[in-house]
């Protein structure tokens, strides 16, 4: 039997302290289950006024590979009015929160080739390009002095959020100095003009993941490398398409390279953004779910992540999903010992019976 570091089985959920141990308790096998149990109470109770159909599969950690073509092929028995997915959090356990959107994808590898071998820096120095020299310098010029990134045509399909919207999010807590001391930072950085949940939550980035080449092991060696390598990726906002973006972003990069160097970018993965409007019936169903268990009304939430399937659903069958979801911070997912507050359970179960008897289709 595995266990996790306190002696709790992994695998086989445990209450301890009020809260459900187990492997997925949170994301996502305890938030699913509270959508069984939601169903069961309305059916005994003969409430439930609408067909509900449970699409269940187990690869989500790996970007559900096989679903959009099990979609494509289903499309009739799958057809409905909305989607409710249990597999996002809120603010805290007496802060209710929606997740409203998610950011999209787009990853690439990049090769800069300068000389056919290393070559000593001494003899050749200044006098022959270095690619690791020439790399930095062409990701350097991927963002201005105001963090916007300079990629032609890359903000072409940005939606700008109302300002409605702006100020609803707004009103989740935040704090700043405490959001600093937790990753140990002196100040923070992002687009000008926006605040730092705005930055990633409705607001593409541009972020260099690794860079590597020339010499890295102990001590000196006088290297002029004859290669360098980054992983590149950016995270989108909906509307921006991942093809078309990795499209720019390659054509961009390796149109600028000097003379002096090669460059190649192949692009890795990447996936769409989503948002659902906050003016649907799903989704003030959801609110007024919300806020009758909390007793306030949720706050809209973009969310600096994604789903992948999510955006897969609405293109492939046309619906739309809506993000009730109930994980705190601390339920520590993906990690040893993650939990899920029994309390968050129960209000799930509440909330999404209400939500059944708010919506109206």
């Known amino acids: 039997m595995i266990r996790s570091i306190s002696g709790i089985p992994t695998f086989e959920p445990v209450i301890k302290a009020g809260k459900i141990f187990a492997r997925g308790a949170d994301d996502d096998k305890g938030q699913a289950f509270m959508h069984a149990k939601a169903f069961e109470y309305l059916v005994k109770n003969d409430l439930l006024k609408c067909n509900v159909k449970f699409l269940i599969e187990g690869e989500e950690e790996i970007g559900s590979p096989n679903l959009p073509a099990f979609c494509e092929a289903h499309k009739e028995m799958l057809k409905a009015d909305i989607i409710l ?28 080739t300068g000389p056919n071998r ?8 200044g006098a022959v390009a270095n690619p690791i020299n020439v790399l930095a310098k062409m990701i350097a010029a991927m963002t201005d002095e105001n963090n ?27 704090n700043e100095e405490a959001y600093k001391k937790a990753i140990d930072v002196a100040e923070l950085s992002g687009e000008a003009g926006y605040t730092t949940n705005e930055r990633t939550g409705i607001r593409p980035s541009f972020d260099v993941c690794g860079i590597w080449g020339g010499y890295t092991g102990e001590g000196a060696k006088t290297v002029l490398p004859s290669k360098a390598f980054a992983k590149i990726s950016t995270r989108l906002v909906p509307n921006q398409d991942h093809e078309k973006i990795a499209e720019i972003f390659k054509s961009h990069f390796e149109k600028m390279a000097p003379a002096s160097v090669q460059v190649k970018v192949t692009t890795l993965h990447g996936g769409q ?46 619906m739309k999903s809506v993000l009730m979801g109930f994980g705190l911070e601390s ?19 509440e909330a999404i019976s209400w939500f059944y008897h708010h919506y109206k289709g």
């Open 85 to 112: 997915v249990s597999d996002t959090s809120i603010i805290a356990k007496d802060i209710p929160s929606v997740t409203t959107g998610l950011r999209g994808l787009a990853y690439w590898e990049v090769e800069v």
């Open 118 to 125: 290393d070559l000593h820096s001494g003899l050749f120095g």
């Open 148 to 174: 916007h990134i300079t990629i032609p045509g890359f903000y072409d399909d940005v939606i700008e959020v109302s300002q409605e919207e702006r100020a609803l999010m707004a009103k989740a807590p935040y």
């Open 273 to 318: 953004g989503y948002v659902c409007p906050i003016d649907i019936p799903a989704y003030q169903a959801a609110e007024k779910a919300y806020e009758k268990v909390y007793g306030q009304l949720p706050v809209p939430v973009r969310s600096g992540g994604s789903i992948p399937i999510i955006s897969s659903f609405e293109d492939i069958l046309g």
């Open 331 to 349: 339920d520590a997912i993906h990690s040893p010992n993650e939990n899920f507050p029994v309390e968050q359970f129960l209000k799930g179960i």
